[in-house]
């Protein structure tokens, strides 16, 4: 990319996402209005919510699953496999690492990191399952992570929750549900309210910032050193950018291929973690969706780590702050989720207008460059 | 091997089906039940097998021009709640119109991003099925909430747009005239085979709604329409390869645009089936279940040819059909022996085409489920739901290599490039 002033590259880079935002909150509020709300008033009383110390605890908390799952699905991303059963995984993983880790008690740093293992290994298997077949059957990725999502989502999580109830299975039918057996508390992971009370005020409402942030913030600079910094992460950006180049240049392409959904899975089972460390048992209503947001965050992060955090936090802050819009009337809260699919498809199709601009840009600078040489 | 390659799709499907039957009869006959091809299932196997059906078909109009939509799901939400707010508001049939508008919106939207602004196949259909479901809630907490004993989740039941029993075949009326029952006939002698034919083949033509009517016929016309005419031509030729129909003077991008739209549309009208009462009468939220995905599997299936189609379309209907109605669970554990026989065929295929590995996995899967079946009684109820899509896996598994997909299928096509 010779030739362009940096200062230009940068602007093209930051004006999609914000672009895409711009449009996002302008459709919502023509949406708004259509329906008689008032577009000015939604949005303060969504800020002015969120600007309380307890609602960015919340913010926080909502964005740190949503983190993890944005770099689980970025990480297929990156080589052009498409992980949608980032759902099915986490919620796979985080009742079966719930379930067995409610049955031993070991040293609190050892009982943690067995639940973490755990549910890494089931989300890699799961997802790595779905990449052997791709290899070794040519089943597309996309159909098979579905249907091993629907699987997990429509069968086999509800009835293993009614099976490994706590006190006993359960008749199938009965109303009453609750959840697996709780983890003893040391296999929880600590709240982090003591260090942010350092530097704010006390936290109150009962709110508690988790500790899963520091694993997400682990999994971030993982995924960064792994994928910029090391000779695995250059074939992996490789085969996805060109894969017959890397094949070529001495990648193999069906290892890559099943690597990377395992690495994919992997993550996404720690997208669980967030409510398991919480409440301290997978509920038989867990909560739902992380793992298509995360996709989406993935797509408007652009698969970069910071990207994914800002978009992990934006999308969490949409979720977070809707709740008040109940409280204050200003708008029905659903404008949020229409929000949220609109800045997915502006983001990506702004992405794609930045890069022919891009494309434009590089074709003129490349030709002025030769016309000068000529 | 080869001539059955060469007869026509249809009779080639109907070969199947045939041997699909005399299979389940088989295990019938072992296990001594008749739920497996009762009129009753039959009918259930068609009900689920129709959104299958409208979506698998959808997705070819869309493949075949080069687009993949993956948004078929998004697609067929926008049907489900247009559908149900039309035929609410204004009447049966101008909900199935309201559905097929809405689905056709949402194709428009898909068609905008990936031919216009060239966004990754998939990736706009992630987008537009995270979007829908958005649309679906906002529009049900503005409008449904107003509508008596509607909320932000359900709306109220749906007047339906009526259903037809086929005469002669199922003793329809004429006019009022009540004709005779002829595979209902045959159905009551118990001959062996026939008999269980005649019953599956009755469900299909007894009490079906004209929705259904409409999705059957629109699998020959599909048929013709793709390959019989100067339309359809041109539509593969997008598909298959753009830049040579640029060369012809097409405009690549409005038959990507007609495609995508026509396969929107169609995925509607499978959302607009989902809230007749001929399915459930009502809009849920998360109603879909995955049946958009499970058409894009019939699809795939179906080698992106109509009859195909219709063929997985059925095939994947036909658990949930049977385990729709089976309180006791017999049939589903029947339909264990049903796989483990059909994996032991596959096996068998296998060999004779001498793919060894083919051969061992089918074998080995075969081998797992007849140990299941003869070592319980029932299966536990979770076994109901997640078999269709475990037979969707089992198919792509051993079928997915010998299809071919239109050749410029996912790629992302602009005027100009060669």
């Known amino acids: ?78 080589m052009n496999l498409f992980n949608i059963g980032v759902e099915g995984q986490f919620l796979l993983a985080a009742l079966i690492a719930a379930h067995l880790g409610a049955m031993v008690v070991l040293p609190p740093v050892l009982h943690v990191l067995f639940i973490l293992v755990i549910a890494i290994m089931v989300g890699a298997a799961y997802s790595g399952f779905a ?44 109303a009453q549900r609750v959840g697996t057996a709780p983890i003893a508390p040391s296999g929880l992971l600590p709240d982090l309210n003591t260090i942010v009370e350092v530097f704010t005020r006390e936290i109150r409402q009962g709110k508690q910032l988790t500790g899963v942030l520091v694993v997400a913030i682990i999994v971030g600079i993982g995924y960064h050193v792994l994928v910029n ?29 099943v690597i990377a959904m395992t690495l994919s899975g992997a993550v996404a089972g720690l997208v669980g973690m967030t409510e398991i460390m919480h409440v301290g048992f997978f509920p038989a209503n867990p909560i739902r969706g992380l793992g298509f947001t995360g996709i989406a965050v993935a797509l408007l992060g652009r698969n970069h780590p910071v990207g994914i955090v800002f978009a992990a936090l934006i999308f969490a802050f949409l979720d977070v702050s809707s709740g008040v819009l109940q409280f204050t009337g200003a708008a029905s809260r659903e404008i949020v989720v229409i929000m949220q699919g609109v800045i997915i498809l502006a983001a990506v199709v702004a992405y794609e207008i930045a890069r022919r601009a891009r494309e434009k840009e590089e074709a003129r600078a490349a030709a002025e460059a030769l016309a000068v040489a000529a | 091997m080869s001539r059955l390659a060469n007869l026509p799709a249809w009779l080639r499907w ?16 072992f296990d001594n039940t008749d739920r497996l091809t009762s009129v009753t299932s039959s009918q259930s196997m068609l009900r689920w097998a129709i959104p299958i059906l409208l979506a698998g078909l959808g997705g070819l109009y869309s493949e075949r021009a080069g687009v993949v939509n993956i948004g078929l799901e998004g697609m067929m939400i926008l049907g489900t709640w247009f ?95 009540s004709s005779p029952d002829v595979l209902g006939w045959l159905g009551g002698q118990g001959w062996f085979f026939i008999s269980d034919a005649a019953n599956l083949a009755k469900g299909l033509v007894t009490r079906v709604s004209w929705i259904t009517v409409l999705a059957l016929i629109l699998v020959p016309l599909t ?58 009468g009502i809009y849920l939220e998360g109603q879909t279940t995955g049946r958009g995905f499970i058409g894009l599997a019939a699809l795939i299936f179906g080698n992106w040819r109509p009859f195909g189609v219709l063929g997985g379309a059925l095939l994947f209907g036909y658990p949930f059909g049977v385990g729709l109605r089976d309180l006791d669970g017999s049939a589903s554990h029947s339909l264990i022996l049903v796989n483990a026989i059909g994996l032991a065929a596959v096996s068998v295929w296998a060999l004779r085409r001498s793919k060894r590995g083919d051969a061992a996995l089918a074998a080995g ?39 071919r997909p239109p050749a410029a299928d996912g790629l992302p096509y602009r005027k100009g490039q060669t």
């Open chain 2, 14 to 29: 109907g070969l199947y089906a045939a041997v699909g039957v005399l299979l389940l009869t088989v295990v019938q006959g």
């Open chain 2, 223 to 280: 048929a013709w329409l793709v390959w019989r005419t100067r339309f359809g031509l041109r539509l593969r030729i997008c598909g298959e390869s753009p830049a040579a129909g640029e060369a012809q003077g097409i405009d690549v991008y409005r038959y990507k645009y007609i495609g995508v739209i026509i396969s929107g549309a169609l995925a509607g009208l499978a959302g607009a089936f989902i809230v007749s009462p001929e399915l459930s």
């Open chain 2, 83 to 177: 559908g149900a707010w039309g035929a609410i508001t204004f009447g049966p049939w101008w909900g199935v119109v309201a559905g097929i508008v809405g689905g056709a919106l949402g194709g428009l939207l898909h068609a905008l991003a990936t031919v216009t602004f060239g966004v990754d196949h998939i990736i706009s259909g992630v987008a537009i099925n995270i979007l829908a479901p958005g649309i679906t809630r906002f529009l049900s907490s503005e409008i449904l909430t107003t509508i008596p004993g509607g909320s932000i989740t359900q709306s109220p039941r749906v007047p339906g747009v009526g259903s037809v029993t086929i005469p002669f075949l199922a003793g329809g009326n004429i006019g009022g005239w």
């Open chain 1, 131 to 174: 990449g052997v077949l791709k290899v070794t059957r040519g089943v597309n990725e996309v159909i098979s992570t579905i249907m091993l999502n629907a699987i997990a989502i429509s069968g086999l999580v509800a009835y293993l929750v009614r099976e490994w109830q706590a006190g006993g299975a359960i008749e199938p039918g009965s």
């Open chain 1, 229 to 257: 910094r090391t000779r695995f992460g250059f074939d992996l950006r490789a085969s996805g950018i060109n894969p017959f180049a890397a094949q070529v240049g001495g990648v193999p392409p069906k290892r890559m291929v």
């Open chain 1, 1 to 78: 990319m010779k030739g362009i002033p940096f200062w230009r590259r940068a602007l093209l880079t930051v004006a999609a996402p914000v672009a895409a935002l711009i449009f996002a909150v302008l459709m919502s509020s023509i949406v708004l209005v259509i329906s008689g709300s008032s577009p000015v008033q939604a949005f303060s009383d969504m800020f002015s919510h969120a600007s309380r110390l307890e609602t960015m605890v919340d913010i926080l908390n909502r964005a740190t699953p949503l983190y993890i799952a944005g770099v689980a699905a970025a990480i297929g991303f990156r």
């Open chain 2, 365 to 403: 899967l075969s081998a797992l489920f007849a140990i299941w079946y003869f070592s319980t009684d029932v299966v536990p109820d979770v076994w109901i739901n997640i078999l269709p899509f475990v037979i969707v896996l089992l198919v792509l598994i051993f079928f997915a290599q010998r299809l």
